[in-house]
């Protein structure tokens, strides 16, 4: 069973019930500020923390005196515009303390969907966390519309994790765990410790959100604990509402881990190597070698572009030979590719007219 005490790169995912009180509508800072002593623990033994805060809209919703019924989108919007720069706030006052420095990152479905947008906040994700920066995550709900929202921050958290590589997923909720029927409304539920695999039985017992203020209950947990194991990460869902509860559950507080399926290096490699390529790097003998030995590919070991592709696209890499090395995903458009291919790397901005990266292919990009 996974620990979090283990965690190299943990994501955290922080329910709207957990930030502002059901009844009143305040915000519970005093669980922020053990929050971020939580957080700042796992910062100081090394491991990067990506927090998913939902909140906006219910504390939006409290400023701007609106009903806690449902709200028509517009509305949710602009609560969500109102409480999202206060929930940053928060955060970032709760972990300057500690001397950690806060990042807000807003992202839609379609960031994931589109690869090329994939890569660029895969990019960004990892230059904060390499700076030491904690990410606070949202949906960016005032520009998502119905057909492109992710509408729940667990499946948003999953997508989270796997994109920057988490090992370790925490869904800190106001349940203990994940149990065999909605334990609100039925009293002999019992909660599981450990779920190996999520079958159809597993997905039935799945719910619907107990509190007003939250969104996706049981069943969009279950999505995302698909989508993170199948990724090679492991999640845990645990009651959060206690003082420290990054603390309580290494302490040993109740809590439902559902196991990973694979590792996310291997995961990362078979989703490369699944892709339809759009065209071809032909690469050079010293490339070739490169590769092998587990480097990235630069400009400077291409020989030939065949195809065309845009930035972000899968392509094919191939030995001069013609014989085929393996797939990855290319940093260049094709035309681009053609330009800078046998340069090196310091040569490239002159030839683009703009800085551009210096690899082609990304080693963590590329299945060989
Ligand atoms: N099988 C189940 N096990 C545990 N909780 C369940 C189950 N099915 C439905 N639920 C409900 O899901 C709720 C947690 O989800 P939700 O209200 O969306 O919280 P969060 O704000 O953490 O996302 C629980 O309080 C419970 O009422
Ligand atoms: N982006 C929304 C998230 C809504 C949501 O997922 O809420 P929850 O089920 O409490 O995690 C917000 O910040 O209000």
Not at 249 to 274: M, N, S
Not at 332 to 352: D, F, M, P, Q, V
């Amino acid at each position: 069973m996974a620990a979090l005490s283990d965690a190299r790169r943990v994501v955290v995912k922080i329910g709207s019930a957990l930030l502002v009180d059901k009844e009143t509508g305040a915000f519970r800072d005093a669980w922020l500020r053990g929050m971020a002593e939580d957080v700042a623990r796992l910062r100081a033994r090394g491991a990067d923390v990506v927090l998913v805060s939902s909140g906006s809209i219910a504390l939006g919703r409290g400023v701007l005196g609106l009903p806690r019924s449902d709200l028509p989108l517009e509305q949710s919007q602009a609560a969500a515009a109102v409480g999202q720069i206060r929930l940053a706030r928060a955060w970032e006052e709760g972990l300057a303390p500690h001397g950690i420095t806060t990042a807000q990152v807003l992202v839609t479905l379609e960031d994931s969907a589109d690869r090329r947008r994939y890569l660029n906040s895969r990019a960004t994700m990892e230059a904060l966390l390499a700076h030491g920066v904690v990410p606070i995550v949202n949906e960016n709900d005032t520009v998502a519309t119905d057909e492109i929202r992710y509408g729940d921050n667990d499946r948003l958290a999953a997508q989270v994790a796997v994109t920057v590589g988490a090992d370790q997923l925490i869904l800190l909720s106001d349940v203990d765990g994940f149990y065999s029927g909605n334990p609100a409304l039925d009293a002999g539920a019992r909660r599981f410790d450990v779920i190996e695999r999520i079958t159809p039985e597993i997905e039935a017992m799945a719910g619907d959100a107990g509190s007003g203020l939250s969104k996706g209950g049981m069943k969009t947990k279950i999505l995302a604990a698909k989508t993170a194991t199948a990724a090679g990460c492991a999640m845990a869902i645990t009651e959060g509402s206690g003082v420290k509860p990054l603390s309580a559950l290494e302490a040993g507080a109740p809590v439902t881990w559902f196991t990973p399926q694979t590792d996310p290096h291997t995961a990362r490699k078979r989703w490369i190597a699944a892709m339809k390529p759009r065209g071809a790097l032909v690469v050079d003998a010293g490339a070739e070698t490169a590769l092998t030995a587990g480097r990235s590919l630069l400009p400077a070991g291409v020989a030939n572009v065949e195809g065309s592709f845009g930035r972000g696209d899968p392509v094919a890499i191939k030995t001069v030979g013609g014989a085929m090395l393996g797939y990855g995903l290319t940093r260049y458009t094709a035309a681009e590719a053609r330009a800078i291919r046998g340069h090196k790397s310091n040569e490239i901005e002159a030839i683009l007219g703009y800085p551009g990266r210096a690899v082609l292919i990304h080693r963590d990009d590329m299945a060989l």
